[in-house]
């Protein structure tokens, strides 16, 4: 067997998140590449094997310690009951690094509006765990059978209920499904095997590797403004950026302008960068930012 004292086997969820964790190490500063028939893709670390698995699977495998490092969603966490180490939600404003929900729902014209209401029936889900520790907690025995896919087109003739994750609910109104209750909220978490965390150099792996990624996604939102301001403007400009900015003033060639940038919000820029020249900065310059490390 080889050795993998110093090796991190890291899990990459195949997928629905593939893209969007792809596009996260690549502003975190890594160059992984996934082919379209290899699962394992490449990363320029050695230190790194990535591997590619379904977010189903993969919370399974990292508490088996196949593993020892993945990126998957809360709602696989639960529903494998894996015994993992949560180290981060990797919530981020990407496609599909959001909250999603894992919803009950029925026919709008059916006569199941609450959970207590679907005692004795039967519901469909990809989620049979989930679903099953649901109705425990609200008292109802219910049928639970594990659906393959399809699971909104199923009631009311193969199943009474379902139980099918939504991340806008445009799929359950074009299916004429009503919701009935919120089973679960998820994100995407960053997990690790228990054993891998326990050993020094693993964890110290990962954790420059999670505070890189967690860097990524605090940038995801905020760019860099820089722009020179009269000195006798600045406390003018410092009024109008926004109170959890912290601006750096840096002295220029002419002793009567300093240089001012700071970090804000990329959604406050345009109304920001009027009112800013109007305050007398100049030579405004919006920069994007890859990581943000706090």
Known sequence: MADTTNLLRLGIPKGSLQETTQ???????????????SYYPDIDDPEIQCILIRPQEMARYVGQGVLDCAITGLDWILENDADVAELADLR?????????????????????????????RRIATEAVGMTKRFLAQHGVNATVEFSWGATEVKPPILADAIVDVSETGSSLRANNLQIIDVVLQSTPRFIANRTAVANAWKRAKIERVLMLLKGAIAAATRVLLSMNVPRENVDAVLKILPALATPTVSTLADPNWVELSTVVEE?????LIPKLFDAGARGIIELPINKIVE
């Not at 996260?24 to 028939?37: E, K, P």
């Not at 959604?267 to 109304?271: D, Y």
């Open 92 to 120: 981020a404003p990407w496609p599909n690094y959001g909250v999603v929900r894992w919803v009950l729902a029925s026919k709008e014209d059916s006569p199941f509006k609450t959970v207590k209401h679907l005692e004795g």
């Open 23 to 37: 596009k996260l190490f690549v502003r975190a500063g890594y160059d992984l590449r996934i082919s379209g028939r």
């Open 267 to 271: 959604k406050s820029v345009r109304e």
